[in-house]
Nanobody, 123 residues
């Protein structure tokens, strides 16, 4: 069964950094664009960013642009989210998923969602 598993979340002080990983198992997603989303309590799922299948192109949400970087290692079937200069408003559960259709910022076009990893940024 194909699935994605996020890891690397935790508690960090404002201004700190974390790197999240999204590991695929059961099948390879190297031919697909993939994305990161986050969801804070009481809020809608928010687009963080996405990366093309080749890894050559990335797109970021305005709230993380310049602070977060997405990369992928196709040989390891893994995607990463490097988060720098973290702010308390970055606190959320972070999810990775495979982009199958439509606009990359629309979560409805994604599938194979992971279970999420909690990121908490203290002030």
């Amino acid at each position: 069964q194909a699935q994605l598993v996020e890891s690397g979340g935790g508690l960090v002080q404002a201004g700190g950094s974390l790197r999240l990983s999204c590991a695929a198992s059961g099948r390879t997603f190297s031919m697909y664009d993939m994305g990161w989303f986050r969801q804070a309590p009481g809020k809608e799922r928010e687009f963080v960013g996405c990366i093309s299948a080749s890894g050559a192109s990335t797109l970021y949400g305005d709230s993380v642009k310049g602070r977060f970087t997405i990369s992928r290692d196709r040989s390891k079937n893994t995607m990463y989210l490097q988060m720098n200069s973290l702010k308390p408003e970055d606190t959320a559960v972070y999810y990775c998923a495979v982009h199958l259709r439509g606009a990359p910022m629309n979560p409805g076009g994604y599938d194979y969602w992971g279970q999420g990893t909690q990121v908490t940024v203290s002030s």
